[in-house]
């Protein structure tokens, strides 16, 4: 039986199927490497991903988008502002030379409090101070981040 045309033709044909099969089947799942994958998706391998490199705002535009904030949140009149504007345009020509003696004659605050009123002022304290929050003080916070050191007494308890 082993020896018959006919089993011989079908062993060779059953072959030939699995051999079919086994190619499909690589084909099919191995062939699915990572830029295949993305090239279906749309996103083509071969051209590099460029960054995009902002440049810092200038001393202008920082300005301008303080001032513009400040007219939104606090509603400041047109002569509010172009006060606000100036003021801060000082502010920024000393910093940028460096002029801490011109800083501190600028009276900001003290001028700020002249132009805005004193709702407008209130709010303008209540954004300072919740964009820059006062450092914790308290002693409690102190001793339990700085411990106090151990007494020599103490350390004899522990290690007998």
Do not use: C, W
């Not at 072959?15 to 295949?36: C, M, P, R, S, W």
């Not at 047109?78 to 801490?100: E, G, S, T």
């Not at 003080?137 to 020599?152: F, G, I, L, R, V």
């Amino acid at each position: 039986m082993l020896n018959s045309p006919l089993f011989v033709v079908s062993v060779l044909q059953m072959k030939k199927y699995i051999f079919v099969a086994i190619a499909a089947f690589l084909f099919a799942f191995a062939g699915n490497t990572d830029a295949q994958v993305r090239m279906r998706m749309g996103v083509n391998m071969r051209v590099p991903v460029q960054r995009v490199h902002r440049m810092p705002p200038t001393p202008e535009q920082r300005t301008e988008k303080q001032v513009q904030k400040l007219k939104h949140d606090l509603k400041l009149s047109h002569q509010q502002v172009i006060d606000v504007r100036d003021l801060f345009q000082q502010r920024d020509q000393a910093r940028f030379n460096n002029d801490k003696a011109a800083l501190k004659g600028l009276h900001f605050k003290d001028r700020m409090h002249g132009i805005l009123t004193q709702d407008q002022f209130a709010q303008y304290m209540s954004m300072k101070q919740k964009q820059n929050p006062p450092p914790a003080t308290s002693s409690a916070t102190d001793e339990k981040q700085n411990p106090p050191p151990a007494k020599a007494q103490e350390l004899d308890d522990v290690y007998n």
